[in-house]
């Protein structure tokens, strides 16, 4: 098993740019979250997904959109990158549709928004 | 609100050390509490995983306990080595579908 994958792992951005951060895993997990992690902030939640179709917001979801069509696949897309931006994305994901069971993350991208 | 802090915010130690980690939440009401490490510019990779109804749990030289009426949970590293130099970070979920994560504890082994 690969486990949770991400993509890119690097990524430079102009203030206004548009992209989307890639996740997806292997192990037919339910549940699948994204984080941000910055300096003296520790990781907090941006998005999360308890199944295909199904989404909800976390703690600072501003700026950002997700889906998720498939159990694999959770996409997180930044619609007009701003400096604030700037930061690591870790996604995460684990078995069942809550808040239940061990979390497996992936490696992370990091972010620069000029 | 859930809050959990993790003290100290670094910690460096002689190889060989037996040493101890804490996480401090203040909702008492979880349903499991998580150890990860992280070694710098990578992700998390989970350590321990301790249930509510669950006192302790070891892997190895790890140890966490739990004691949700105090809202704590420590780990506990037998015989440090240079190997174990990372952030440690407890998480527990906040409601059904949130994780809240302590800032972390940066731990440097000196050889």
């Known amino acids: 098993n690969a486990g949770v994958t991400q993509t890119p792992k690097f990524q430079v951005l102009k203030t206004g740019q548009s992209m989307t951060l890639q996740c997806a895993q292997d192990?037919?997990?339910?549940?699948m979250s994204w984080y941000r992690q910055d300096p003296g902030m520790g990781l907090r939640l941006i998005h999360y997904?308890?199944?295909?179709?199904?989404?909800d917001q976390g703690e600072v979801p501003n700026g950002y959109n997700v889906s998720r069509s498939t159990t694999e696949d959770f996409p997180l897309r930044l619609l007009s990158a701003a400096p604030s931006q700037t930061s690591v994305y870790f996604c995460?994901?684990?078995?069942?549709?809550?808040?239940?069971?061990?979390?497996?993350f992936g490696p992370g991208t990091r972010l620069t928004v000029l | 609100k859930q809050e959990v802090t993790q003290i100290p915010a670094a910690l460096s130690v002689p190889e060989g050390e037996n040493l101890v980690l804490n996480c401090s939440f203040t909702?008492?009401?979880?349903?499991?509490l998580q150890w990860f490490r992280q070694d710098p510019g990578k992700g998390l990779t989970s350590l321990l995983l301790?249930?509510?109804?669950?006192r302790e749990q070891t892997s190895g030289r790890l140890n966490a306990s739990l004691d949700k009426s105090s809202g704590r949970s420590t780990l506990y590293i037998a015989a440090s080595q240079p190997g174990d130099s990372a952030t440690y970070l407890c998480?527990?979920?906040?409601?059904?579908?949130?994780?809240?994560f302590g800032t972390g504890t940066r731990l440097k082994v000196l050889a």
């Open positions: 301790i249930q509510s109804s669950q």
């Open positions: 909702d008492s009401a979880i349903y499991n």
């Open positions: 995460a994901s684990s078995y069942g549709t809550g808040a239940y069971n061990e979390q497996f």
């Open positions: 997904s308890v199944g295909a179709g199904i989404t």
């Open positions: 998480a527990v979920p906040s409601g059904t579908y949130k994780y809240i």
């Open positions: 192990m037919n997990h339910e549940y």
